[in-house]
């Protein structure tokens, strides 16, 4: 049984409190993209979402994928190919993309918000348009005009799709271990052979070609991550088959929907794009437009967890309440959502999944700013808070996001875990959100070691400007500064310990090592905090009418989720501890 109401009112309140039409709106490349204008595009994708993918969604799970060991090809589910042809006939798959290669021309805080309403109503489907999307950036900022000519706007108009082809199976973290193998032909094309392991919609039967954007080294390749160039793969190539095959699909634990391919290149031909040895460059675009994302998918399964769990909660009866007063004479038992309990964990859930939608939105609206605003300075700015909060939405996001759901299941109680109310389906499919585009620990080393020190420190005093506005907005507004007084608390401390980590790790890396997971999560607090004062002050402003629960919601994330910090802290002044004390023999 699957509950879901599109929370495109929500998605609204955040763009209005994150000042959509003055700060994107008012961009030159958004004049087309008025508040209403977005509303309605929102709307009919969440009609999309709910009316053709979420019907789609069990029985994708169920039927799985299938693989044809004699021809090679891969057969999605019954209904995905039509499913995906409504997206390209809505126009979705291509809302904000380049105008001069077929796109609409949208702004990217649209497509994140379309990537929550498909991947909380069928996450493996949406992995398709999802990757498809990666490439199109990496394209954009490193192919030829002529590569986007031939490909970007097929990729645009959804007639191909496309992949992102890395892992290996000695290589998954690290990419310097790469053997496939490119080598370069007399006519300016290459030949690649090698085999790539793990990768989505590395085949399938939703379009009629497939890029693959694939890493390999050229002969005269340095060793390691310095040797690694990027191509174009097509599966078709003018209508022939191409040397690209998937020869077999992994069985694996959700998206049982989305194709996990081991796609095999013997001698296929390939196109460079960008610069010789320069592939991670290319990689990285798509890489990062992809972990925003992965941070959203969360976001949208546990929506979809929260409502079914409500829905159960509003209808189940046990045991009385703890307040006689508030017991229901009437009827044998209570209503669940008597039990304080039950609402802790429905709070939970809904105080900081609506604080990851902020986040999510704050985001891309800094993403439109960095890539359209005709200021320099305030491109940069953006573009800093963009690179500082992406590792954090990708690994804060999914982490919280699963256990966001296991408390879904846990308000169901056994029915949770049984497949009736499809959370079990829900919390499958998002574990994996931890693991791909760098795992959760990679991000946080990203943080750690690039972001923090890069250019002296620059990206975190573009977020700790942004914070010290909202403190000094709070000094003016009474109302405002009871939640400007946690954010000033959280910002005082997080500055003591990124100062304290950055003397410890310079004096011993592995301390960055032991503790940066930690740090990410306080830095995702301090984020988290900041969105709901951002809520709170567009509420108090605005007097919207949902003010008196944006309020209550976001007292009670600062008083039982926000206190999550105190641990955070401590765990990272006892630094490394004993970790690597420990034999081998020993753990
Ligand atoms: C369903 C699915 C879909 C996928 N889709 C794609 C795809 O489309 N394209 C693609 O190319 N790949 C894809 N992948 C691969 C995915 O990106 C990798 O699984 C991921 O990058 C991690 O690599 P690994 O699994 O080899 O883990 P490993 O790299 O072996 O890591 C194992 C553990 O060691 C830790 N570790 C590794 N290095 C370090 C380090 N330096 N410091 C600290 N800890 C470290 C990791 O954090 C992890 O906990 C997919 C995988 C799955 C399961």
């Known amino acids: 049984m699957e509950y879901y109401k599109a929370p495109v009112k929500d998605m609204m309140y955040m763009l209005k409190a994150f000042q959509y039409t003055e700060r994107v709106h008012s961009l030159e490349a958004f004049e087309g993209f008025d508040l209403s204008m977005v509303e309605s595009l ?37 209904g995905f190919k039509e499913a995906y042809q409504k997206l390209i006939d809505n126009g ?107 990768i ?19 002969p005269d390749a ?37 194709p996990t391919c081991v796609i095999d290149f013997e001698d296929a031909t390939g196109y460079l794009v960008g610069t010789p040895h320069k592939g991670m460059r290319s990689m990285f675009v798509m890489m990062n437009a992809a972990r925003l994302h992965v941070g959203v998918e969360g976001i949208g399964l546990a929506e979809i967890a929260y ?21 229901d004479a009437n009827a044998p038992a209570d209503n669940i959502l008597v039990h304080p309990d039950v609402r802790r964990m429905l709070l939970n859930i809904k105080s900081t999944n609506e604080a990851l939608r902020a986040l999510a939105v704050w985001i891309s609206v800094e993403y439109d700013i960095a890539h359209h ?75 750690v070691g690039r972001k923090l020190p890069k250019d002296g420190g620059r990206m975190v005093r573009a977020f700790s400007e942004v914070i010290t506005d909202m403190i000094r907005a709070g000094k003016e507004n009474e109302e405002l500064a009871e939640f400007t007084d946690y954010l000033k608390e959280l910002s005082k401390k997080l500055t003591s310990v990124t100062m304290e980590l950055a003397g410890q790790a310079m004096a ?18 301090t984020a988290l905090t900041y969105v709901w004062c951002v809520q709170v002050k567009y509420a108090i402003e605005s007097d919207a009418p949902n003010k008196d629960t944006k309020l209550k919601t976001a007292r009670y994330f600062m008083h039982k989720v926000f206190p999550e910090h105190e641990t955070l802290v401590r765990q990272i002044n006892t630094w490394k501890s004993n970790l690597m004390e420990f034999d081998v023999e020993e753990l």
């Open 42 to 78: 929102l709307q009919s994708a969440a009609d999309i979402a709910v009316n053709e993918t979420l019907p789609l969604n069990r029985l994708g799970d169920e039927h799985g994928i299938k693989w044809d060991p004699e021809t090679y090809e891969v057969t999605t589910p019954p």
């Open 92 to 198: 979705l798959v291509g809302m904000t993309c380049d105008p001069n290669y077929g796109g609409s021309g949208g702004p990217e805080v649209l497509g994140v918000l379309f990537s929550e309403l498909s991947t909380a109503t069928n996450k493996s489907f949406s992995m398709c348009p999802g990757l498809t999307r990666g490439l199109i950036d990496a394209l954009a900022a490193h192919g030829t005009e002529e590569q986007k000519q031939k490909y970007m706007t097929k990729l645009i108009s959804g007639e191909w799709t496309g992949t992102m082809c890395l892992t290996e199976p000695q290589c998954g973290t690290d990419l310097g271990l790469i053997n496939t193998k490119a080598v370069p032909q007399e006519d300016g094309t290459y030949k690649l052979t090698g085999t790539k392991i793990w």
């Open 200 to 218: 989505t919609f590395g085949d399938h039967d939703m379009a009629e070609n497939i890029i693959h954007l694939v890493l390999a080294r050229l």
């Open 222 to 258: 340095p060793e390691g991550i310095k040797g690694i160039s990027a191509f174009i793969v097509p599966k078709f190539i003018d209508g022939e088959r191409n040397a690209v095959n998937c020869t077999g699909l992994e069985h694996k634990m959700g998206i049982k929907a989305s």
């Open 307 to 327: 409502q079914t769990a409500l829905a159960f909660a509003k209808d189940r009866r046990q045991s009385r309440s703890l307040d006689p007063e508030k017991s």
């Open 373 to 447: 605003h005709p200021d320099e300075e305030a491109r940069q700015k953006a573009d800093d808070i963009v690179a500082i909060l992406t590792p954090i939405i990708k690994s804060y996001g999914s982490e919280r996001s699963f256990l966001n759901i296991s408390e879904a299941m846990q308000v169901c109680g056994g029915a949770g875990y049984t497949t009736d109310w499809n959370i079990e389906q829900y919390l499958r499919d998002e574990r994996i959100a931890m693991i791909y585009e760098g795992t959760n620990h990679i991000q946080a080393l990203d943080l």
């Open 508 to 525: 011993d890396r592995e301390v960055a090592g032991a503790v940066a997971s930690h740090y990410l999560n306080l830095f995702a607090l």
